[in-house]
C-alpha cells in the first residue's frame, strides 16, 4: 500500500523559515512521490485563544505562502477542517480510546498552555493531540512531516490508532513521523522560533524587512565567529540559518567570517537568506485570492469525500 502523506498548518499568521526547514521542504519534495493531503486547522486556532483573529485573512495568506514555496493542487489536497464535518466525528471516538492523564503529560500540550493567551485551559486544548489523531487518520496517513516539537502529537495518533484496532477491527495505519532538515530552527532571540513570539522570519517577509530582522538578532561580544551551539547558542544559530539557505555547512560559513566580527555574520546571513527568498517572494506575486478560493473549493470536495469512508468504516466496526 503506498505511503498517504499528511500535514498543515494553523492558519494563526504567516508561515516562517522554521517551517521551511522543519516540514515545508519535505511537503514540495514528498507531493511528487506519494499521496498528500494538507490541512488547513482553523479550527484549530480556537484551542490556545478566545477568538480566531483574522481568520480569514490568515488562511488566504497560508494559501499563498504554499503556492509560493511549491506546493502544486494537483498533485496534493490542499483542504479546511471546518469545511469536513466526517473528519471532526472521528474526535468521539477516538477520545474514548485515551485516559486524562495520559493527555494530560503531552510536552507539546504542556507548552501550548504555558504560552496560551487564554485565561483558563480549554477542554479543547488539553484534548488537541486527539484533534490532530483525526486529522491524520481521517485519510489514513502514514507519513507525518513534522517539526521536533510535534513528535508527541505523533506518539498520541499511534496510540489511538493501535487501541481502535485492537478493540474493534484493524481500520487504521501506525503513522510515522518524518523529520524535516532542520527539525528545530530557534528564534533570532534564541527562544523556539514561532509566530507568536515575534521573533521568526516570514517567508513573506520583504527583503528590508528581513534584513532589519536580523539586523536585532542576538550574539554576543566575542569578534571570532565560531561554530559552538553549546557555548554560543546564538551566533550557532545564526551559522546554522544561514548554512540551511546557501546548502553550505555552518562551519565552513564560521571559518570564512573569521575575526569579522557581528556585523559581518548579520550581513552573510541577510544576503543568504534573501537570496533564498527571492523565487519564494517571486511566485507568492503570481497568485491571487480567487486561485485560493478554486484550491480549497477542489481540496476540500475531495477531502470530504475520503473523511466519509473512513468515518463509514469506523461505524461499522464499532458495531454502529
Known sequence: MKP????G????GPLHLGHYFGTLANRVRLQDVHPMYVLVADYQVITDRDLPGEIQR???Q????YLAIGLDPAKVTIFQHSAIPELNQLLLPFLSLVSVAELGRNPTVKDEIAHSSQQAVSGLMFTYPVHQAADILFCKGTLVPVGKDQLPHVEVTRLVARRFNERYAEVFP???AMMGEQPLLKGLDGDKMS???GNAIALSATEDETAALIRKARTDSERLITFDPEKRPEVANLLTLAGLCLKRSPQD???EIG????????????????EFLRPIRRRRQEHTADDVRVVLRDGNARARERAVRTLDEVGAAMGF
Do not use: F, M, Q
Not at 556585523?263 to 541577510?270: I, N, P, Y
Open 253 to 255: 560559513i564560521a571559518d
Open 4 to 7: 498517504v502523506v499528511l500535514t
Open 58 to 60: 490568515n488562511i488566504t
Open 9 to 12: 498548518d494553523r492558519p494563526t
Open 195 to 197: 509566530k507568536s513570539r
Open 259 to 274: 575575526d569579522g566580527g557581528a556585523a559581518s555574520l548579520k550581513r552573510l546571513v541577510t544576503e543568504a537568506v534573501n
Open 62 to 65: 497560508l494559501l499563498l505562502d
Open 174 to 176: 501506525l503513522p510515522e
